[in-house]
Each structure stands twice: as C-alpha cells, then as structure tokens.
C-alpha cells in the first residue's frame, strides 16, 4: 500500500551556476558520490517502496534526465508537468494518480534534492511514520531538530505527544510557519518547541484529499473532481496541461500544513540536510588541512581558507589569498562570490540571464 511520490520539478538557483534551469540540483552529483541527488533519493525509498510504486513528478523540460537516471521507472511513472506551479498542483496531481490505482494508498512525498546520512535510521523512522499514517487521518511530516535560525525552511511548533510503540517523537502539531523571518526564527528556536519542516510528508490518500478539499478547493475541483475519470488514460496529458494553466502557484506548506488541524510531527535525527547553498555544502563536506573543500582536480591553491572550490577539470586553477569564498568554475561560468554573501547569488543569476 505504500507509495512514494518524489517531487523534481524546482530549479535550485542557489547552487548556481553549476545548478541551472537546464540542469537543476537534483540531477547533478555535486558530492562526487557517483549519484545523483535524485538517484540517492530513489535508492532510499526503494528500500520500503515497490519500485512499481514510485511516482516522479517534474517538468516536462527535465523528462529526459529522469528517463536517463531513473531508468528502472516506466514511462508511466513519470509524470510530467507543463508548467512550473510549486508543489501544491505537483501533489494533487500524484495523489489522483495513485488514487486511481490504490484509493487506499499511503504515500510517502519528498523532495529529490536532500542528503540523508543515516539511511538506517531514516528508513526506520520512515516505516514508523507510515504506519501511524496509514491508521489515522493525519497529515504527518519528518521533523528536524533546528540548529540555525535558518529562513528558508518551515518552522513546526510541538503540542501534546501522541503515545506509539517505536517512538517518544510523535505530536500534533500546534502551528506550522512556512519560511518565518530571521527574527521569528531566532524567537522559534529559543523556544525550544520547533522543528524544522524536512518537506518529507506521509499522508493517506484519504487525509491528503479532504485537506485539499478543505483548504484548496479550486484546486480540489480541478484536480480532483473534474479530473476522477481522466487519470492513467489517454486524455490525463490534456486534461492536466488545462488543470495547471488554471491552478495557482503555491507550495503544500503555505496552503495546506500552515491551515490544517490535522497536522502530526516524527521528530528525528538522521543526518538530514537539504545541501541548499553551497555554504551549507561546505558544513556538511570534508574538509582539507586549510579548511577548505575542493572539489575537481588541478587546483593550485595559497593563502587560502575557509572556502569551496567547484571547478571543471580542463583547466588548471590557481588561487591566492582568498579566505570564506565560493570559487564555482562550469563551461561558461566563473562565479567567486563571499561564502558569507551567497544569498545574493539568486540575483546573479538573473542579471546575468537579462544580459545574455
Ligand atoms: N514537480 C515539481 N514541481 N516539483 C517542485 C516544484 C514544482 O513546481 N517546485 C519545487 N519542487 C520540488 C523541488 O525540486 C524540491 O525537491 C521540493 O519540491 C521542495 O521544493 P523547494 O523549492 O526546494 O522548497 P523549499 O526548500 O523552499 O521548502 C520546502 O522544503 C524545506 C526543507 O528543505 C518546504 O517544505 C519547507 O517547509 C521545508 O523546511
Ligand atoms: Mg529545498
């Protein structure tokens, strides 16, 4: 009965240049593993998921780099996108088409892009999450104890704690903050009471519909209603590329977890990161005598610490005197940018698209 829906559609600009519109985060091997983020995603889920149960869903422009990387998935479980709508219409739309196949299916739905280093305990926390989904109506989400008053994550506040056999981690949730600002991260994590949002839910299909219905209900008409007898036949491509030219854009965190009553945190440690910059890349890798992560070959370096290295390896690098910096190098893009100013590279990337 479990299903698993991986969501690749997003563009990750922040690990720009190397992740750009025409090759996003999720199918590069920015760790030098031999996997994408993509593919270590799908080699996690399978562990607990039929391989006939998976369902990708992206936009139609990254088909082939699905097919490429994922070619045990059939044709059929790719479900492709016309648009870019975030993850609100993403979800509806793999939630009926599983529902067409198992009304009674409990899905798990995860972002393609993170980095999990303890599968085991993962995996573990995982089956218990979908056992308590798949007995009660709840919107159930993996949380994270917080570390940072990061900005860019959803911010989970603990109620009662929900008695279960496998964990003391189980609660209702009291409130969910989608993306706070830095003073209400700081206040959050003070508390004591938050958790970070990993973006992993698991829901039944039961739960996920009546919480569309309830807080989205244009998007319940067009997805659901409207849509009962399209899915899995000939005319779903038509019928979808209408649904989403009409549907609003926004994320299940802002329309459905920040609304919803019936919203369970698993509070847990797995080494979870969501490897969003390459700040947070340069945390989470290995670093050399100098502090600094290198990743490619010939690179010549003096004087310089502190900082992530990303180059090509056509070309020799020589570096001096840089301290905290990010030195990306692709085919056609030489980025140096402060580590501490990374934010900004979201505006590169698009002073740099209006010039070209
Ligand atoms: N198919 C599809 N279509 N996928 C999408 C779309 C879309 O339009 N937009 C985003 N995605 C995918 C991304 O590729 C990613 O795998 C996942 O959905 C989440 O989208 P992000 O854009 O990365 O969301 P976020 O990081 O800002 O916030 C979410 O994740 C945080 C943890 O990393 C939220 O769930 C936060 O609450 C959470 O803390
Ligand atoms: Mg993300």
């Keep these: 009965n479990t299903y698993c829906v991986i969501m690749a559609g997003g563009v990750g600009s922040r690990f720009w240049p190397l992740s750009k519109t025409s090759m996003p985060k999720q199918f590069l ?42 070619p045990e998935l059939g044709e059929d479980q790719i479900l492709l996108e016309p648009l870019r709508r975030n993850t609100a219409p993403c979800i509806a739309y793999a939630t009926n088409r599983i529902k ?28 218990t999450g979908i056992e308590f989904a798949g007995k009660n109506k709840a919107l159930l989400t993996l949380g994270i104890p917080p570390s940072r008053p990061e900005t860019g994550f959803g911010y989970i506040q603990i109620e009662n704690k929900i008695e279960n056999d ?18 209400m991260a700081r206040i959050f994590i003070d508390s ?70 019936n919203v369970y945190v698993l509070c847990a440690e797995f080494g979870w990161s969501d490897v969003g910059t390459w700040g947070a ?17 010939n690179v010549f370096m003096y004087d310089t610490q502190n900082s992530i290295v990303n180059v090509t390896e056509d070309k020799i690098t020589v570096l001096q005197g840089l301290d ?28 740099v698209k209006l010039q070209k």
């Excluded at 739960?207 to 036949?233: N, Q, V, W």
């Excluded at 692709?330 to 580590?339: A, E």
């Design 29 to 70: 091997d920015i760790l030098g593993t031999g996997r994408t983020f993509i593919q270590m995603t799908f080699d996690r889920f399978k562990k607990i998921c039929p391989i006939e149960n998976f369902m990708i869903v992206t936009n139609v422009e990254y088909r082939n780099l699905v097919r490429q990387q994922l």
């Design 100 to 127: 067409a196949i198992n009304p009674n299916a409990t899905i798990v739905v995860s972002p393609a892009d993170h980095l999990i280093l303890n599968v085991e305990e993962f995996l573990f926390q995982l089956k």
């Design 166 to 183: 496998n964990t003391d981690h189980l609660y209702k949730v009291k409130t969910f903050t989608e993306k706070p600002s830095l003073e």
């Design 192 to 261: 004591g009471e938050f958790y970070w949002n990993s973006g992993i839910f698991i829901w039944s299909v039961d739960a996920i519909s009546e919480a569309y219905a309830a807080y989205l209900p244009d998007m319940y008409e067009r997805f659901f209603t409207k849509g009962e007898d399209k899915y899995g036949t000939s005319s779903e491509v038509f019928f979808i590329n209408k649904a989403y030219s009409e549907c609003q854009n926004t994320s299940v965190d802002y329309a459905i977890m920040e609304k919803a009553d």
């Design 281 to 297: 890349l340069y945390a989470q890798q290995p670093k050399n005598e100098d502090n600094n992560v290198v990743q490619g070959e």
């Design 324 to 351: 905290d910096y990010i030195v990306v190098e692709t085919d056609d893009i030489l980025l140096v940018c402060q580590k501490e100013k990374e934010q900004q590279i979201r505006h590169f990337v698009n002073d």
